[in-house]
């Protein structure tokens, strides 16, 4: 059975800093490609960043880029999103979810991690 | 970026009605088009991919349509555990990106 746990979530003042983490099991983690989804309170779902399965291919919405960065630990099972400059607008239940190749739907998805942006 | 565009945005049902939500891309994305589930305070669910496609377990009452910029999602006869919202996702894209959502509620 395939999961995928974020954490690392929490209250932050506009203009910090937050690192999320999403920790996969039961998939070739080497081989599937992980995503990051928002969704902003009572708001649609929201595409942010995906990283290939090496690692080495990243995208990102044009509402991220430049702030945020995906990585990944492929000897841990472990995907990555930094978010740095944060803006009340990036406030967001965030979720892991992966389909296998960068260019997928999402199959998995995490339970979602809550992302408060606030002073 | 490839905007998708759903409707209604509000759908009343009863339980035995049939259904249909509507996306429109705004440039053909051929029958890479998913459609997910979402119920209230839950992760979305895989419904249906590559336009037509049964996600394994999903029942027989859901089905999908269309390509190019055209595409339908059907509950023949919806009943109670169906009431949520429903969001297509298209993947032609490296920038991908999911419609605004429909609300199906009871009549």
């Known amino acids: 059975e395939v999961q995928l746990l974020e954490s690392g979530g929490g209250l932050v003042q506009p203009g910090g800093s937050l690192r999320l983490s999403c920790a996969a099991s039961?998939?070739?983690?080497?081989?599937?490609?992980m995503s990051w989804v928002r969704q902003a309170p009572g708001k649609g779902l929201e595409w942010v960043s995906s990283i290939s399965g090496g690692g080495g291919t990243t995208h990102y919405a044009d509402s991220v880029k430049g702030r945020f960065t995906i990585s990944r630990d492929n000897s841990k099972n472990t995907a990555h999103l930094e978010m740095n400059s944060l803006r009340a607008e990036d406030t967001a239940v965030y979720y892991c979810a992966s389909g296998g190749q960068l260019l997928a739907y999402f199959e998995y998805w995490g339970q979602g991690t809550l992302v408060a942006v606030s002073s | 970026d490839i905007q998708l565009t759903q409707s209604p945005s509000t759908l009343s049902a009863s339980v035995g009605d049939r259904v249909t939500i509507t996306c429109r891309a705004s440039q053909s994305i051929s029958y890479w088009l998913a459609w997910y589930q979402q119920k209230p305070g839950e992760a979305p669910k895989l419904l249906i991919y590559?336009?037509?496609t049964l996600e394994s377990g999903v029942p027989s009452r859901f089905s999908g349509s269309g390509s190019a910029t055209e595409f339908t999602l059907t509950i023949s006869s919806l009943q109670p555990d169906d009431y949520a919202t429903y969001y297509c996702?298209?993947?032609?894209?490296?920038?991908?990106?999911f419609g605004g959502g429909t609300k199906v509620e009871i009549k």
């Open positions: 590559k336009a037509s």
């Open positions: 039961g998939l070739t983690f080497t081989s599937t490609a």
């Open positions: 996702q298209q993947y032609t894209n490296y920038f991908l990106t």
